[in-house]
């Protein structure tokens, strides 16, 4: 890393406004001494791969909590492959049933975390997957 | 050295030292008959009613919709002959932002977390075959509420039915969703002046209709501890209150049609003693700070039950339990209304059969367990009497700092409000993780298990598809022109500054769209710009 601090865009996708869980991630991330930005809400995938080209990004992270994720992950992907952001760490948080796994992770979300994760295991695993 | 010395401190959520005994000395200082009276009568602390749940249950009210609007008419038919006495109906995320079903932006959200609704017809379909006299109709709604509570009207004046006693609530109340929850369109300041236009209209046309239902519910789930739950709920209520009667309208003719939505989870004591606090500090409020002669505007009515925050994804049949616990406490607290949150409700959308698990844990209440026999029974407790005492104090302190940093508009405008409760939210988080704040399951007594007794609620593409079709026919088959000068004449009235409720109305009844009026709106408020702030 070059000594830079890592840089991560936590966004909330779609229509859903339930925020509690993104703004406390963005907390406890930014005590871990990352440098987060939070998007705010109802963010289309252009949005977030905009966010994500912008800010130059090392880690993008969404949160989720009412069940379109699946469909928003797929528009993303195609999104921030085709700004070359393929080689960036890309994550979920929220109400991810656990039936959904698989495809998201089929999709490139590597980094799953459904509510009740901690947050040490959100830091450790940011620490241990950004190149 | 005396026993105490050596026991561990217990402070409570709202941050009140807990004495391990109280006793007659604790509650000497208060003067019964001011403080406390009895129920029926101001300050209300027993109850709004002098027999309370004697005469008449509370009303048992389960959240539900989803997909189109015939599924949610089976859902509520289900939930009606299970016993269930009201409806407290769920919008899709489209709906309740002002997106038409086929909006880019409603894609793949369509009925996905409650129904769509895009017409008067949706509504015409939902609440088919149900006597709207017998059932009371609650809808949560917010960015959009002076939409479809027109909708709501004009569905049930088209029915036969007289608008001027027709009774039900709707959600309404913006301010919280800046806070929490976050479906808001507008501005904060257009946003305040359409809750006033719904107020303003019910008050002369629909007098028994309650227009908004404050929530410190939300509020509570964004990090907010029960006191503070409590009185920004009330310095929102104000903010309504000051909206209305600036325009000459007096107190008295609408604030007994305000109504509340809390929340119940946590210490059982703390929240009993928050409801008995909160009946007679808005009583308070309403008399010396707004000026109400009338003793109906006083009342604080209420609906209690849920506690999403309190619930786990682990070992989520212990959300049953707590469930049970949640509802023993609504009752002890003496809500009018009940709306348990379902096991699974963690997860997904209720299935009928944990829905029905939530209503037989009312009905296990009112049948078996004596809740209804007398009034407020933990009144005259040395605990819950003092506890009280020191809730109201503590509420009212916590009012007076808002209004202190310039009044609660203004934080919400500048994201004071939001960055503080987040800022809660994580310190408990915090405290959950290292076990210092107990829950049964997440940091204690856990079990290793797999995500697998619960049954989720699928997207139903086809479903979503039938309703954009549906839609299509509506525009197809309606008077366009009729509704295109409607539409010019919400937006001429939103421009002209003056009440939007009849040129809504009219709107409606010609069939216009849910996203069709949003945009006239838009046309002039603009859209709300959410201020990033920690």
Redesign the interface.
């Known amino acids: 890393m070059n000594g830079r601090r890592i840089k991560i865009l936590i966004a909330k996708p779609?229509?859903?406004?339930?925020?509690?869980g993104a703004?406390?991630v963005?907390?406890?991330l930014?005590d871990a001494g990352f440098e987060v930005i939070?998007s705010?809400?109802?963010q289309?995938p252009e949005m977030v791969a905009n966010a994500a080209l912008e800010e130059n990004v090392d880690v993008i992270g969404l949160s989720s909590m009412?069940?379109?994720h699946i469909?928003?992950c797929r528009k993303l992907k195609a999104l921030l492959e085709q700004e070359g952001l393929a080689d960036k760490l890309w994550m979920i948080g929220g109400?991810i049933?656990?039936?959904d796994h698989e495809e998201l992770r089929r999709l490139g979300f590597k980094g799953i975390f459904?509510?009740?994760s901690?947050?040490?295991d959100i830091v450790n695993y940011i620490r241990a997957n950004v190149a | 050295m005396s026993e105490t010395k050596k026991i561990r401190s217990v402070v409570n959520e709202s941050g009140i030292e807990i004495k391990p005994l109280y006793t007659a000395d604790d509650v000497k200082s208060l003067q019964a008959e001011e403080m406390i009276g009895l129920p029926g009568g101001y300050p209300y602390t027993r109850g709004i009613h002098p027999l309370m749940y004697r005469k008449q249950p509370w009303t048992m009210r389960q959240y539900a919709g989803f997909g189109n609007p015939a599924d949610t008419n089976k859902r509520f038919k289900y939930l009606i002959e299970n016993g269930q006495t009201g409806l407290n109906v769920a919008f899709d995320l489209p709906t309740q932002i002002g997106f038409d079903s086929d909006d880019p932006m409603a894609e793949g959200e369509v009925g996905r977390v409650g129904m769509a609704v895009d017409s008067l017809k949706d509504f015409e379909i939902a609440f088919g075959g149900i006597d709207l006299d017998k059932i009371t109709v609650s809808l949560t709604i917010n960015g959009s509420a002076a939409i479809l509570i027109a909708m709501y009207l004009a569905m049930a004046e088209k029915r036969g039915y007289d608008i001027a006693k027709l009774r039900g609530t709707a959600q309404n109340d913006i301010l919280k969703e800046f806070i929490g929850r976050g479906t808001w369109i507008f501005p904060v300041q257009p946003s305040i002046k359409l809750v006033g236009d719904t107020i303003e209209y019910c008050a002369k046309h629909a007098p028994k209709y309650s227009p908004v239902s404050i929530c410190g519910y939300h509020i509570r789930e964004s990090g907010a501890n029960p006191a503070q739950e409590m009185a920004y709920a009330f310095a929102i209520g104000k903010a309504y209150i000051e909206e209305v009667t600036k325009r000459g309208l007096p107190v008295d003719a609408f604030a007994n049609r305000l109504s509340f939505n809390f929340n119940i989870f946590g210490n059982i004591f703390e929240q009993v003693a928050k409801f008995r606090a909160g009946r007679s500090l808005w009583a308070k409020v309403v008399k010396e700070q707004c000026g109400a002669k009338d003793p109906d505007s006083m009342v604080l009515r209420m609906i209690a039950g849920g506690g999403g925050g309190g619930l786990t994804f682990e070992q989520p049949e212990l959300n049953i339990v707590r469930g049970a616990y949640y509802a023993l406490i609504s009752a002890l607290s003496g809500t009018q209304t009940m709306a348990l949150c379902s096991y699974d409700e963690a997860y997904t959308i209720p299935t009928e059969y944990s829905a029905r698990i939530s209503l037989r844990t009312m009905q296990i209440l009112i049948e078996e367990m004596g809740l209804c026999d007398t009034v407020d029974p933990l009144g005259g407790s040395y605990y819950v009497e003092s506890l009280t005492a020191q809730m109201r104090e503590l509420m009212e302190k916590h009012m007076q700092d808002v209004e202190a940093e310039g009044g609660m508009v203004r934080m919400v405008a500048e994201g004071a409000v939001q960055a503080k409760v987040s800022r809660q939210a994580y310190e408990m988080q915090k405290n959950v993780e290292n076990g210092s704040f107990r829950k049964v399951g997440v940091n204690c007594h856990r079990v290793e298990e797999e995500q697998k007794s619960v049954e989720f609620h699928p997207y139903d593409e086809a479903n979503a598809a039938a309703q954009i079709g549906a839609t299509n026919e509506v525009r197809k088959s309606r008077d366009n022109a009729k509704v295109a000068a409607a539409l010019s004449r919400i937006e001429a009235d939103a421009k002209a500054d003056v009440n939007v409720m009849p040129a809504l109305m009219e709107a409606v009844k010609a069939y216009a769209t849910v996203g069709e009026m949003t945009r006239a709106l838009v046309a002039v408020y603009g859209r709300y710009q959410e201020p990033i702030r920690f």
Request: glycine share 12%.
């Open positions: 779609g229509l859903d406004g339930h925020d509690q703004k406390v963005v907390r406890a930014a939070y705010g809400l109802r289309t009412a069940g379109s469909p928003f109400n049933p656990a039936q459904p509510s009740s901690k947050f040490t």
